[in-house]
């Protein structure tokens, strides 16, 4: 069975670019997680669809970032215009289960992002 | 919100020694906490969980603790492998939030 998985694994852009990231979730698993993990520190929570819908996007840093998922399968990550700030490591996770009680994380092996 | 520190940031142990990681949470209500590995070019993998109903857990080499007194909970890691080297991050979540907060992480270096 196929592992989350996310494209690009790296992407480098210009300051006020615009850069789309997405993951394909574990077939089934209505639970998806945005994380981003920013050098040195902590793999910090942007959000969390169970299937289409915005459970919880209150990591989100600001209206630079949109988050979608159509249809409930897989999902996008839109920066514009991206800053630096923004560069980092950008995780997927899917679970069964949320993640807080029943449901082991299953991560995908990153989008690195690098802001020039 | 939850807030969890994780010390060290970098260790270094001798193969076939012991390593302990410790983390301290704030949210006296987290009641689940588990702990990730993540090795070189990959996303975090879960490897062993506590419940806050219990003070112990073991799987093979690795055992993780919980005082919910201190809020303290540390994994450790006996006889260890070169296959051990990686970074580890701990994590504490409650009941009715579904996201986990993460600590820093610790990048452990098993030398030969």
């Known amino acids: 069975e196929a592992g989350v998985t996310q494209f690009p694994s790296h992407s480098v852009i210009e300051k006020g670019q615009t850069v789309t990231l997405r993951c394909d979730p574990i077939?089934?698993?209505?639970?998806l997680y945005w994380y981003r993990r920013v050098m040195g520190k902590e793999i910090k929570f942007l959000l969390h669809?169970?299937?289409?819908?915005?459970?919880?996007e209150s990591g989100m840093p600001n209206n630079r970032f949109l988050a979608e998922r159509t249809g409930g399968t897989y999902s996008t990550l839109k920066v514009q215009p991206a800053e630096l700030e923004d560069s980092g490591v950008y995780f997927c996770?899917?679970?069964?289960?949320?993640?807080?009680?029943?449901?082991?994380?299953?991560f995908g092996e990153g989008s690195r992002l690098t802001v020039l | 919100g939850e807030n969890v520190e994780q010390h060290p940031s970098t260790l270094s142990v001798q193969e076939g020694d012991s390593a302990v990681i410790k983390c301290t949470y704030s949210?006296?209500?987290?009641?689940?906490f588990p702990w990730y590995k993540q090795e070189l070019g990959k996303g975090p993998q879960l490897i062993i969980d506590?419940?806050?109903?219990?003070g112990e857990k073991k799987d093979q080499r690795i055992a993780v603790t919980l005082n919910k007194t201190a809020k303290h909970f540390s994994l450790h890691i006996t006889e260890t492998q070169p296959e051990d080297s990686a970074v580890y991050f701990c994590?504490?979540?409650?009941?009715?939030?579904?996201?986990?907060?993460f600590g820093k992480g610790t990048r452990l270096h098993i030398l030969p």
């Open positions: 996770a899917s679970s069964l289960g949320t993640s807080g009680n029943t449901g082991e994380l299953f």
């Open positions: 077939s089934g698993h209505d639970n």
């Open positions: 669809f169970v299937k289409e819908s915005k459970q919880d």
């Open positions: 949210d006296s209500a987290s009641n689940y």
């Open positions: 506590i419940r806050s109903n219990v």
């Open positions: 994590a504490a979540s409650r009941d009715g939030d579904d996201k986990i907060i």
